[in-house]
């Protein structure tokens, strides 16, 4: 299986918005609603932002939104804070019965 | 509050197998909704997953690892392991055992440790 194909790097200044977009196939992202999104900033676990495409997990802020249109996902971050820094992965089911993860995308905050 | 924890060698010499175990404190998801995973990541490369383990007992592989990939859970179930075989400098990476909803989101990941496949 392929990996999801992501930008290598995005980035933004504060209060701005940046939108980072998962591409797969109609094998996965196309077929099925069970896109994730993980920040991990650098030397930590990854942190789940966004599950089913777009749905927050608790604790997650409002400014974290996610949304699918064919075989694209996307993650938009808007109001854009120093904090968001991180690499940010995508991940989708497969009909394969498995789970895969896009390349990740480096975000800078300017 | 739910606590995953990787345990094993650092060290691995290639041929070998590689064994982890993760351990779960402060609750268990002894459900269905749940299943246990152990994903990996490379030094400077992205996420990559290795498998998972449902509540029965079912397993799911990705298919570039299948033939080398065992995951299991232990009796208590608050303990479920990753065994990888015939390793190659390939799998020096860090590696992750996490909780994942059944609608596929892992939520809820161990702090990862490192392993090395070195002579």
């Known amino acids: 299986q392929s990996a999801l194909t992501q930008p290598p790097s995005v980035s933004g200044s504060p209060g701005q918005s940046v939108t980072i977009s998962c591409t797969g196939t109609s094998s996965d992202v196309g077929s099925y609603d069970r896109v994730s999104w993980y920040q991990q900033p650098p030397g930590t676990a990854p942190k789940l932002m966004i599950y089913?495409?777009?749905l927050r997990p608790s604790g997650v802020p409002d400014r974290f939104s996610g949304s699918k249109s064919a075989n694209t996902a996307s993650l938009t971050i808007s109001g854009l804070q120093a904090e968001d820094e991180a690499d940010y992965y995508c991940?989708?089911?497969?009909?394969?019965?498995?789970?895969?993860f896009g390349g990740g995308t480096k975000l800078t905050v300017l | 509050q739910l606590h995953l924890q990787e345990t094993g060698p650092g060290l691995v010499k290639p041929s070998e197998t590689l064994s982890l175990t993760c351990t779960v404190s402060g609750g268990s998801f002894s459900s269905s909704d749940y299943y246990r995973g152990w994903i990996r990541q490379p030094p400077g490369e992205g996420l990559e997953w290795i498998g998972s383990i449902s509540y029965g007992g079912s397993t799911y592989y990705n298919p570039s690892l299948k033939s080398r990939v065992t995951i299991s859970v232990h009796t208590s179930r608050n303990e479920f392991s990753l065994r990888l075989t015939s390793v190659t400098a390939a799998d020096t990476a860090v590696y992750y055992c996490?909780?994942?909803?059944?609608?596929?989101?892992?939520?809820?990941w161990g702090q990862g440790t490192m392993v090395t496949v070195s002579s």
């Open positions: 996490a909780r994942k909803t059944y609608g596929g989101a892992f939520d809820i």
């Open positions: 089913e495409v777009s």
């Open positions: 991940s989708s089911y497969t009909s394969s019965s498995s789970w895969v």
